[in-house]
Structures are given as structure tokens and as C-alpha cells.
């Protein structure tokens, strides 16, 4: 319950996992950090911390990240104007390389690289309780992939597209809030999802939403770009989320399997 202190295990502790584990920890959860970089798992573990900035917008700045396309910085001086700041904290949280993990946990978040996905899920595996589940916040369409792994039935899917960065070891950038949807699978409407977004929605972003119909997300992810304008049948977009889960891309031959026909076919890759 939103009340009550949980346990949460964020796989991935890059952008998307280390933007929704410093909420939770902020908000009082026991949150132990997964990731494959020593350096932000040292500086996540010793003070000050993991440390979420906000975005912000310059004229001059000496620094840009590998985003500077977008004119994206983070500042350490010289800042000209900050625009829709969403937060600006540190929390210090136990971190660890995946090979120092121990214990079992009822909800972990999975939030590595698509191509990470089914590897990660292998590795984690064991330190999933005979009870709990795995939540997808990657981009693509990732949980056929991990229920392949752990079982449709610790599988819990979700959407999400705010927007944040990883700037370098121990610093996340959070721009904007977006869409936090959870679902299960199956369409049916479990009590874990809800207690899950009861969670989030208190800790994280009040607008967090439960829905029976993963679907229109899925089909969201690969169709948007093209404009498609009326709703794919259900049984068509689980085909299409079927052929796109290993390539994150929307692919012409699976939208011709489906029926459908788009005059451009493109998915852009959110970089984390």
C-alpha cells in the first residue's frame, strides 16, 4: 500500500530505472540498485548519492551531453534560464554489480536496453520470490521476452515515456513527466497491479494509470510515427507486438502480416 514501505529491485539503473528507484527511495522504499556500470553503482551507494537533475535550456554552456542535437545540457555554471524543472534531489540507496546480488525480491523493475532484455531477465531470475513479478519499464516491447524467461504469470507490462538521460555515473536528468500505464497481459485487473500504481502514483507520478488493454500502447510504440489513424484489431496487434519484441523497430513485413499499411514505417529510439 502507498503507506507502507516496500521492497523494490531496479535492474538497469540507468535513466528510465534510476529515475523511478530515486522517487521510491525519496519516498521511503527499501530500493537496492542493479547495474553493470562500477562507477554509478559506487556513486549510488556513497553519499551524496544518486543525484536526479533537472533539464535546462542555455545559451552558452561548457559542457554539453551526447544529446547536444537537442540542446540538452546540464550546467555546472553559466546557467541562462532553467524551463519546466521537475526536480532536483540526491538519495543514497544500496547499489551492487549484478555477480554481488543476494536475496530474493516480490517486485523488481527491469529497465536495461531492449537487447539486454532476455540476458537480464536469465540473470535475475533468482532473485525473483516464488511469488513476485517483473515489470517492464524499457522502451520497445519487451514482456513476451521476459514471461519467456520467468513465466506470463510474473510478467507485468507497462509503458512509459518520460523524459530523462543518464548524464554520467551518479547523475540522472529528468525533464518531463510522461505516461506511467501498467497492465497485466492478460487484460485481467489484478490487485498487484493496483497496489503497484497506488505506489507509483503516490511516490513517483500521480498520474500513473492501470489499463486492460496493453494493446494500444504496444501498437502505439510502432504505429504512431505513421499515422495510422483507425484502432488495429486486438488480434492484430498481438501479432505485431509478437514480430517487433526483438528488434524494437516497426517492420514492414509484420504490418503486411497484420493487414495494415502505413505510408512510412519509422520508431524512434529514446537513448537512455
Given at each position: 500500500m502507498p503507506g507502507e514501505q516496500q521492497r523494490f529491485l531496479v535492474w538497469g539503473s540507468g535513466a528510465i530505472g534510476g529515475t523511478v528507484g530515486a522517487y521510491l527511495a525519496r519516498a521511503g522504499h527499501a530500493v537496492t540498485f542493479v547495474d553493470l556500470v562500477e562507477e554509478h553503482i559506487e556513486r549510488i551507494c556513497t553519499p551524496?548519492?544518486?543525484?536526479?537533475?533537472?533539464?535546462?535550456?542555455?545559451?552558452r554552456c561548457p559542457q554539453r551531453t551526447p544529446r547536444a542535437a537537442a540542446r540538452v545540457c546540464v550546467l555546472t555554471f553559466r546557467v541562462a534560464t532553467i524551463q519546466g524543472p521537475v526536480d532536483e534531489f540526491?538519495?543514497?540507496?544500496?547499489?551492487?554489480l549484478p555477480p554481488d546480488l543476494e536475496g530474493q525480491w516480490d517486485i523488481v523493475f527491469l529497465a536495461v536496453k531492449a537487447h539486454h532484455t532476455r540476458a537480464a531477465a536469465e540473470a535475475l531470475a533468482a532473485h525473483l520470490s516464488p511469488d513476485g513479478y517483473v515489470v517492464s519499464f524499457q522502451n520497445g516491447l519487451n514482456e513476451l521476452e521476459i514471461a519467456d524467461v520467468v513465466g506470463i504469470g510474473r510478467t507485468v507490462g507497462a509503458f512509459v515515456n518520460y523524459g530523462c538521460d543518464y548524464q554520467q555515473p551518479g547523475e540522472i536528468m529528468f525533464g518531463n513527466h510522461g505516461a506511467?500505464?501498467?497492465g497485466e497481459l492478460d487484460g485481467s485487473a489484478s490487485s498487484r497491479v493496483v497496489a503497484l500504481q497506488a505506489v507509483l502514483s503516490a511516490a513517483f507520478n500521480p498520474d500513473a494509470v492501470v489499463t486492460d488493454n496493453m494493446c494500444v500502447y504496444y501498437a502505439e510504440?510502432?504505429?504512431?510515427?505513421?499515422?495510422?489513424?483507425?484502432?488495429f484489431p486486438s488480434c492484430l496487434l498481438l501479432r505485431l507486438r509478437c514480430c517487433c519484441l526483438h528488434t524494437n523497430l516497426s517492420c514492414y513485413a509484420a504490418?503486411?502480416?497484420?493487414?495494415?499499411?502505413?505510408?512510412?514505417?519509422?520508431?524512434?529510439r529514446q537513448r537512455r
Open positions: 551524496p548519492g544518486l543525484r536526479i537533475t533537472v533539464r535546462r535550456h542555455c545559451r540526491s538519495v543514497v540507496a544500496p547499489a551492487v506511467v500505464v501498467l510504440i510502432v504505429c504512431l510515427i505513421g499515422k495510422k489513424s483507425e484502432p504490418l503486411a502480416t497484420c493487414g495494415a499499411s502505413l505510408a512510412t514505417a519509422r520508431c524512434s
